[in-house]
């Protein structure tokens, strides 16, 4: 699932275009300020910025400067959405690293097709994922340790699938509770040991791999050491 970071002060269309990116099939988080933004940006890493200029406590060029001053955001393409429609205007823009300008008004599905384009020839997403004997199936929403079927709470299978699709990446607690709780969350650090606990104890068998690995200090990663197959 893309993961789309929305920058837009207006409420009535920071919903609108919400919703319709949800319905589309992407994740969306973001922020109707611009203080923040980068930060936001930084901790989501997200693969598409949809980005307001005129922002009443920031400015929303001086933003994707920053994402282009990044080095890991720096090729994550940003459209900006706004009411400057001066070919200045969209030329200091695109001059500046935007990669797509609308004016707004403008029509949703538009939008969502030129969000469409920058994901255009990118690989399909794996719907199974496998490591070892244990594998787990996106669209079934069924995770099996070879012939046996696991039962996994909803929030376990989202940490177990956002882990295993990122093999060796150690995450933080913090990343992992935006990433699988949300930012509208009312759990703590401690939650994320607690459901890894759990997910360790349905997943692994006493003298088996290691799946999930402990950093201390950082976090939790997938056991890259582990083989890797994915399949569509």
Known sequence: MKKIVLIEDDAD???LVQYNLDKEGFQVVGSQTGKGALDMCR???PDLVILDIMLP???G???CKGIRANSDLANTPVIFLTARASETDRIVGLELGANDYIVKPFFVRELI???KIHFR???PVSKVLRSGDLELDRARCDVRRGDEALTLTATEFRLLEFLMSRPGVVFSREQLLDAVWGHDRAVTDRTVDVYVLRLR???EQEGGP???RSVRGFGYSFNVEVPQEQLQ
């Open 13 to 15: 269309l920071y919903n």
């Open 43 to 45: 901790r989501e890493h």
């Open 57 to 59: 406590d920031s400015d």
């Open 61 to 63: 060029l001086e933003i």
């Open 113 to 115: 097709a030129r969000v």
């Open 121 to 123: 020839g990118d690989k």
């Open 201 to 203: 104890q349905k997943i």
């Open 210 to 212: 290691a799946f999930i």
